[in-house]
């Protein structure tokens, strides 16, 4: 059973959207889109906050550097998309580097703050230089050239074709969490969530450990900055602001922090419950505090968490077991 | 133990996904676009109006839902559009470019709307473009002023799909420089928002100043980031830099603040001659109420009291007696939009985004803000706003525009092609 | 150029005073409670609306409007601490940060929906609306105001953090809470006085910056929130005089970078909220570690 149920869970998400994008209404496939982007966004940021306990403010910058990367490489280089994306993956994870030498020298409220100081510089950098980025304006006209590979062309005009795309981006991205998450990397990340003093007396190096989580989870940023440009056709600054900073810190914890799968529910619950919500109410920032004040309060370990335990699949929610001691 | 958990877990997503399918609306299998092939108007003229409703500019959304809601009423109640109802649905758009595209995809695709109305921001409004091309429906922007969207997005890059019924940047840079070149001052400066709208009507400003009076020079700038409570230092560098004029296009709550601070800072006294291009927005007007000093140049998008007929005073008053408010200029552009709209789709004969446009390209239109006529190439209204400098009326609790200048707007606006000689003002 | 330094001067002054009155209920919470309260912005904007609303139903007294507004705020405050914030204390910062975000949601649009979307005007201050004469240039009476208000607000912080009875119990508590318990201290209500006591201050804040911005908007406190987190940072977080000593400094940063630096940005404010996190994180003021 175990050993079938891997790939079992993978073909049914994956049968699952595959037909969301074959048979959904062209805004259902949107919002699946919005869903899958958000979602690996969060995934990657889950393996910092979730695994090493990291709370950081600044990750809207690595979003922003993959979007804006992914647009500029359009512009001046190649439109191809995948170039485009791994353009952006690329400013991602260089902009985390030199963010994440700094920032990785402390925890807690300290490390909070520090991104959320590098963040904002990055922010005010996209606004000011207007000449590069477009100021407020951003960059318009991003469109989605096909993917040209070999002998085959594959157009991504359409969104339902882009959608898939989209799609394969995130299933990958799926298998890859899931990877690091088992991998020996991962185990010593939760180890250090657990107790940061016993991982170092085993001679491990915390800063080391604790970058490679920040630089990991900013390309995944990236690369849901580089989605998000040719979903859009544009980049906006706020997507480097600190408010979107706060959206995969929210989706974990609706979804469950020390779950692999919260992320991905959390992203599914907000964005859904936002568009439900604005369904019936111009108030729509009361009604989702509100429901967010009741995941808090009533789901401790995130939605996913909770019903876990519920089920009583698991004896706590959070999966402690995983850590470098088992 | 890890597995056994996952697969519940997995099933547990697959559900909610259903579930979340399943909820987004009943056209999941429908088939749209069907009317979109008959000829006749078939079930009701559905407008999708998204504004920004929640933060410090939420009043701006409040007065956009306040004329675009008067004006459904009105068309209801009389014979409706071609004789179909209409319907409309607003949403906040957050001045969040992805927000906005979410926002019309949801109207279009899953409400179902024909028509698009509304945007604030010149960011959002760019990012539409494209959208509004892929969705094939008419986006009427009626508040977003970038010249960009009309002169690249609509008559460069072809995108048919875009209107505006409102002024651009134009009437903020170009007209205030024909203002400006008949006011004794002979040096000016700016204290302006720090992003593209603020950086393009200065530069617009100066280069049409520039061509209409030799001897002028610009001595100084200072730009007040998005959401800035203190002006002060803004105003002290301004007063050492003590130009002749002052020319803003701070708007909204900041110009309230910015225009009180001056005041305490004795800014009008220095600098004899200021021009605030959107100062004569109602917002703005009755938040400073008497402490908007005498004789300031303002403008705006439209002014309840321009055109000083029959139709704008009646629609003034209705307005009035319906909202107990004087009616903000995006109340008159979204009130406009339903019936430039409504004549567009009485002439095509259908709803049909292409011969919508068709009937929409060159139309004229009376509203309360007077003659409209959609230029052909970028889709822009052409139709006058004046320039007023401000008095006290014993008839209003604020000020109003006293002396009226007009800039026309075929002598302000550019005109495409957009590049080259003779496309810039004066002609 | 005297005159205009010292104008730049003065208003940066008035304005790191500002900052420092909402930043001081955010840096005493902070110091106690270990929270970093989002909400902190909001309790402003509540300020500044209960304020509003007050002096309206008071004939248009500001001070009676000051004295009440606040108050009001505090029954929510309080409200939040008891019924919610107590129950995250344990758990992990990113529960807390997002119990505040909530608030901040709920209160957002409750402000737009009780006052409505547009913004509303200031009050007028009796014998504090005029401007005096500086060497030639006019600079607003309630500026001066707000220059005097903020060290006698810190200066009656400090008393009563240093002088009561009272006070010695929070510093106790915020230094070791376990041995405050153990002393027969009630932690609990003890942290919901805090929490109020730095509610109220962000209310007064709220209250106090409305004749000095001139207008009230919904999410007013969004703007302020940030302002006060840098200062709370360069100051060392949960240090009052710090924090103070953090708003002039940001204060007169942006006075003269405004001035003097045509490019000047908040991108020297986050920097240097940067370097002091990097290089002394326990702020200017701060005790080493």
Not at chain 1, 226 to 243: D, G, I
Not at chain 2, 129 to 141: C, H, T
Not at chain 3, 134 to 152: Q, T
Request: net charge positive; charged share 15%.
């Amino acid at each position: 059973m175990r050993r079938y149920a891997l790939p079992l869970i993978a073909c049914l998400i994956l049968a699952g959207l595959v037909l969301v994008g074959i048979l959904g209404s062209r805004f259902t496939v949107y919002i699946t889109m919005r869903v899958m982007i958000l979602a690996i966004f969060a995934l990657g940021y889950n393996l910092l906050l979730g695994r090493t306990g990291l709370l950081s403010f600044g990750h809207a910058a690595f979003f922003a550097g993959g979007s804006y990367g992914a647009a500029l490489f359009f512009i001046h280089v190649n439109r191809h998309p995948l170039l485009c994306i791994a353009a952006g993956i690329a400013l991602a994870i260089v902009l985390s580097v030199i963010i994440g030498f700094f920032c990785v020298r402390h925890t807690e409220i300290y490390f909070a703050m520090l991104t959320l100081a590098f963040g904002m510089m990055v922010f005010s950098l996209i606004w000011n230089m207007r000449e590069i980025t477009g100021g407020d304006d951003g960059l318009v006209g991003i469109a989605r050239a096909p993917i040209s590979l070999w002998l085959v062309s594959i157009s991504l005009a359409k969104p339902s074709h882009y959608y898939f795309l989209v799609m394969a981006f995130f299933m990958v991205s799926l298998a890859l969490v899931y990877v690091i998450r088992q991998s020996p990397l991962g185990l010593i990340l939760s180890g250090i969530r657990e107790n940061d003093k016993r991982i170092e007396f085993a001679g491990i190096s915390l800063k080391n450990y604790r970058l490679a989580a920040f630089v990991i989870s900013g390309g995944f940023a990236g690369l849901a900055g580089a989605l998000a440009t040719f979903l859009n056709s544009n980049t906006t600054p706020f997507s480097a602001h600190w408010t979107h900073s706060a959206e995969p810190v929210l989706v974990s914890l609706i979804g469950g922090l020390q779950t692999f799968m919260g992320p991905v529910v959390g992203s599914l619950i907000y964005v859904v419950l936002r568009e439900v919500i604005e369904r019936f109410t111009q108030n729509w920032m009361l009604w989702f505090g509100i429901i967010l004040l009741i995941i808090i309060m009533g789901f401790r370990g995130g939605v996913v968490g909770s019903m876990v335990s519920l089920l009583g699949l698991k004896n706590r929610p959070d999966e402690r077991s995983e850590g470098v001691s088992a | 133990m890890e597995t056994k958990g996952m697969t519940r877990r997995e099933f547990v997503k697959a559900g909610l996904l259903t579930a979340a399918a399943a909820s987004l609306g009943a056209g999941v299998f429908k088939p749209t676009g069907l009317w979109a092939a008959t000829p006749t108007i078939k079930g009701p003229v559905k407008l999708g109006y998204q504004a920004i409703m929640s933060g410090a500019l939420a009043g701006y959304g409040e007065f956009h839902k306040m004329g675009v809601q008067m004006a459904v009423d009105e068309i209801n109640a009389d014979k409706g559009i071609a004789g179909v109802k209409v319907e409309v649905d607003f949403r906040d758009s957050t001045l969040k470019a992805d927000e906005a595209i979410k926002n019309a995809r949801y109207f279009v695709d899953s409400w179902g709307a024909d028509f698009l109305g509304g945007i604030d921001s010149s960011g959002q409004a760019l990012a539409l473009a494209p959208v509004m091309a892929e969705l094939d429906r008419i986006l009427m922007v009626t508040h977003a002023a970038t010249e960009k969207l009309t002169e690249q997005q609509v008559f460069k890059n072809g995108i048919k799909q875009v209107f505006r019924i409102s002024t651009p940047t134009y009437q903020d840079g170009n007209a205030a420089a024909f203002i400006a070149k008949d006011i004794p001052a002979k040096t000016w400066a700016t204290i302006s928002p720090k992003y593209e709208y603020g950086y393009t009507c200065w530069e617009m400003f100066k280069q049409t100043l520039g061509k209409l009076k030799k001897d002028v020079s610009f001595t100084g700038e200072s730009w007040a980031p998005f959401g800035t409570t203190d002006f002060r230092p803004h105003i002290n560098t301004i007063m050492d830099a003590a130009p002749d004029g002052l020319y803003s296009t701070e708007w909204a709550g900041e110009l309230i603040t910015l225009v009180k601070q001056a005041n305490q800072a004795g800014l009008f006294q220095k600098i004899k001659h200021v021009m605030f291009p959107v100062g004569a927005a109602m917002d703005v007007l009755e938040g400073l109420g008497q402490e908007l000093p005498e004789n300031i140049w303002i403008s705006g998008r439209y002014f309840f009291l321009y055109p000083a007929d029959n139709r704008n005073r009646a629609w003034v008053a209705a307005f009035r007696s319906r909202w107990n408010h004087f009616p903000a200029y995006v109340s008159e552009t979204g009130y406009s939009t339903l019936f430039a709209l409504k004549k567009a789709i009485e002439a095509a004969g259908s709803k049909d985004t292409a011969k919508v446009v068709q009937a929409l390209e060159g139309m004229e239109i009376d509203t309360p803000a007077g003659r409209r006529v959609f230029r052909k190439e970028d889709h822009q209204a052409m139709y006058d706003v004046p320039w007023g400098l401000t008095k006290t009326d014993a008839a209003f609790p604020f000020k109003v525009m006293g002396k009226q200048v007009m800039v026309r707007a075929k002598e302000c606006f550019n005109r495409p092609p957009f590049e080259g000689a003779g496309t810039k003002p004066p002609f | 150029m005297l005159e205009s330094i010292v104008h730049v001067c003065l208003a940066g002054l008035s304005i790191g005073m500002f900052i420092w009155l909402v930043a001081s209920g955010l840096t005493l919470i902070f110091g106690v409670l270990k929270v970093l309260n989002f909400a902190h912005g909001t309790f402003y904007m509540l300020g500044a609306y209960l304020c509003y609303w007050v002096l309206g139903r008071m004939g248009e007294n500001f001070w009676l409007g000051l004295a009440i507004g606040p108050l009001v705020v505090c029954a929510a405050g309080f409200l939040i601490e008891r019924f919610f914030l107590r129950h995250v204390y344990h758990l992990a910062l990113p529960y807390q940060l997002l119990l505040t975000f909530a608030f901040v949601l709920i209160f957002d649009d409750a402000v737009k929906i009780l006052w409505g979307a547009g913004s509303l005007g200031s009050p007028n201050v009796p014998g504090l609306s005029g401007s005096i004469s500086i060497l030639g240039r006019n600079f607003p009476l309630y500026s001066l105001f707000m220059i005097a208000v903020g060290p006698l607000v810190a200066l009656a912080m400090w008393t009563f953090l240093e002088r009561t009875w009272w006070g010695r119990i929070i510093r106790a508590s915020s230094s070791d809470r376990e041995m405050a318990a153990a002393l027969g201290v009630r932690v609990p209500a003890l942290y919901t006085a805090v929490f109020v006591l730095g509610t109220w201050l962000g209310a007064l804040g709220g209250g106090l910056a409305v004749p000095y911005v001139g207008l009230l908007t919904p999410g007013m406190g969004e703007a302020i929130i940030i302002d006060a987190f840098v200062v709370a940072v360069i100051g060392g977080l949960g240090s009052l005089k710090g924090a103070f000593f953090g708003a002039l400094i940001i204060g007169l940063l942006s006075s003269f970078g405004t001035r003097f630096l045509p490019t000047f940005d908040m991108f020297l404010t986050f920097i240097l909220m940067a370097a002091v996190l990097l290089w002394r994180p326990q702020g200017f003021f701060g005790e080493a570690k």
